[in-house]
């Protein structure tokens, strides 16, 4: 189970921290992401983080400003947000992959996702 923390409204410019707590060993054990979605679009992936390597791959819309992170002793996954822009305004969501590996070659290989938290910049 994924449950998504940290949503709010803040100004342009302005920097937000995204938690995502997970039960069990998923956040030390597979791979995980960061999405977001605005209505009536696609669902848009944000950042990856490997369990194993720790490798980090983000998007080029928030790459330099956006840092994925975990916390494997409290079971937790971060999104740090700086430089907030309102084209970043979205429903965020953290996500495991589809076949719960603890790498992703594209953010198309996640399927389990969390209910989301609401971020909007103005």
């Known amino acids: 189970q994924l449950v998504e923390s940290g949503g709010d409204s803040v100004q342009t410019g302005g920097s937000l921290r995204l938690s995502c707590a997970a039960s069990?060993?998923?956040?030390?054990?597979?791979?995980m992401g960061w999405f977001r979605q605005i209505p009536d679009k696609a669902r848009e992936g944000v950042a990856t983080?490997?369990?194993?390597?720790?490798?980090?791959h983000y998007s080029d819309s928030v790459k330099g400003r956006f840092t994925i992170s975990r916390d494997n002793l409290n079971k937790t996954l971060y999104l740090q947000m700086n430089s907030l822009q309102p084209e970043d305004t979205a429903l965020y969501y953290c996500?495991?992959?589809?076949?719960?590996?603890?790498?992703?070659?594209?953010?198309?290989?996640?399927?389990?996702w969390g209910q989301g938290t609401q971020v909007t910049v103005s």
């Open positions: 983080i490997w369990s194993i390597t720790g490798s980090t």
């Open positions: 996500a495991t992959p589809i076949l719960d590996s603890d790498y992703a070659k594209s953010f198309a290989d996640f399927g389990h």
């Open positions: 069990g060993d998923t956040i030390s054990r597979y791979c």
